[in-house]
């Protein structure tokens, strides 16, 4: 059973930064991860994909968040992170992983980001 986990969540400041991580479990074989990936949902807005990444290591960010979030991997770990620097009031809300493994696409449970001061 594919699980993913997501941590890394919390309040911060504008202007500030969190890495958020999320390690998955149940996957016989890394190499058979096509996409992974970050999406947020604000209050009361559907959930967008912000960042992901292929099995290659190609990455494409929604234009909200290009050149201040970094998603990156390590397979070693079973792991994905997303770097967030700069972070705006706007970017608050649930932040998912999601796992895409042949057709079937896995969520993780979310963890919360505010960012107020």
């Known amino acids: 059973q594919v699980q993913l986990v997501e941590s890394g969540g919390g309040l911060v400041q504008p202007g500030g930064s969190l890495r958020l991580s999320c390690t998955y479990s149940?996957?016989?074989?890394?190499?058979?991860?096509?996409?992974m990936g970050w999406s947020h949902q604000a209050p009361g807005q559907q959930r967008e994909s912000v960042a992901i990444i292929t099995a290659a290591g190609s990455t494409n960010y929604a234009s909200s968040v290009k050149g201040r979030f970094s998603i990156s991997r390590d397979n070693a770990k079973n792991t994905v992170y997303l770097q967030m620097n700069n972070l705006k009031p706007e970017d608050t809300g649930v932040y998912y992983c999601?796992?895409?493994?042949?057709?079937?696409?896995?969520w993780g449970q979310g963890t919360q980001v505010t960012v107020s001061s």
């Open positions: 999601a796992s895409t493994i042949g057709s079937s696409k896995y």
């Open positions: 149940g996957i016989r074989d890394s190499r058979t991860i096509a996409l």
